[in-house]
């Protein structure tokens, strides 16, 4: 049976895709006939991010399912014209780019490095760093991207922490959940790295309240959602020396405004949304394989649970 698949992306993002999911499609043995223009009523399944021509989903009247090119879907659940089965994006690009970056700028913290690029004053000031197995690195969100970084910073020896909303265990890394838990992952983290999604339940995670728990000094590492940040409260703690300081690769209102008080603060780095991307090799893969699975009758990969909204 042949299919016919939607491309509802950026217009500008078709040209890499084509090939790549072609490519995937074929290695799959699926029938499909792909493109940006069909019929509403003829449509089997819509390739999507936000930014691309669909919004109202209304028409498309034999649609099976909606493939999230994004791993956030906080744009697209409110989105009350989508009945369709939703999944998002999770996918070997994103997490082998977010285990790059995460580990990237944990090691920066640690070992100090931004004295050397920034601080060269003439003077002969060596401090070792501690080793990774005695610095503790508290990851917030254990979904696909934030189990990949701590696999990654145990490997290197870090002690690692995770917080979820609901308990998890992974190897080597000692779990938290709940209100309570938040608390135990925060008061012993020098370096906090956040990788949760953007929920009602998760909008200012970090705040003043939060921000108290820290150890003085602590390093804020933010690769996940603008909205997981109470701004102010950052720059307050980050004035008073609570935080020591912030890498941000992701904001409320994007780009950053040039006269954001981020980009002057001497203890933030700013990051242009550059920690992961989905790449369209690997996203192609995933796409594929929730067609092959969804036309076979199994269960899709990286369904999206509407009431927790991811």
């Known amino acids: 049976m042949t299919v016919n698949v939607l491309f509802a992306g950026r217009a500008a993002s078709w040209p890499a895709y084509e090939p ?7 290695a799959l043995g699926l029938t499909v006939n792909l493109g940006c223009d069909f019929a509403p009523q003829e449509v089997d399944y819509i390739i999507y991010a936000p930014t691309g021509p669909v919004s109202d989903f209304t028409p498309f009247t034999r649609l099976k399912a909606v493939l999230s ?33 995460v580990a990237g700028h944990t090691l920066r913290y640690h070992l100090g490095m931004d004295a050397h690029i920034q601080g060269q004053t003439g003077r002969w000031e060596p401090k070792v760093p501690p080793l990774a197995r005695d610095r503790k690195v508290t990851i917030l969100g254990l979904g696909a991207l934030g189990r990949a970084a701590a696999e990654t910073l145990t490997a290197l020896g870090f002690a690692v922490t995770g917080w979820s909303r609901t308990q998890k ?7 938290h959940a709940g209100e309570d838990g938040l608390r135990r992952a925060l008061e012993q983290a020098e370096i906090v790295v956040l990788l949760l999604p953007d929920t009602p339940a998760t909008t200012n995670i970090l705040n003043a309240e939060t921000l ?48 954001h008080p981020y980009w002057a603060h001497p203890n933030v780095t700013v990051t242009p949304h550059i920690a992961s991307e989905t790449r369209e090799s690997t996203a192609a893969e995933v796409i594929a394989e929730n067609i092959r699975r969804c036309e076979a009758g199994e269960p899709m990969l990286h369904l999206v649970d509407r009431s927790l909204g991811y």
Do not use: Y
Not at 212 to 241: E, K, T, V, Y
């Open 169 to 175: 265990q992974l190897n080597g890394v000692t779990c």
């Open 20 to 26: 790549e999911l072609k490519r995937a499609f074929d």
């Open 212 to 259: 108290a728990m820290l150890p003085r000094g602590a390093r804020i590492i933010n690769p996940g959602r603008g909205p997981l940040i109470d701004d102010d409260a950052l720059l307050a703690a980050l004035d008073s020396g609570q935080v020591g300081h912030a890498t941000l690769d992701v904001f409320r209102v994007e780009p950053l405004p040039p006269e």
């Open 69 to 101: 090119l994004w791993a956030g879907v906080e744009k697209i659940v409110p989105n009350t014209t989508l009945t369709a089965p939703l999944t998002r994006m999770v996918d070997a690009g994103l997490e082998l780019g977010m285990r790059e970056w």
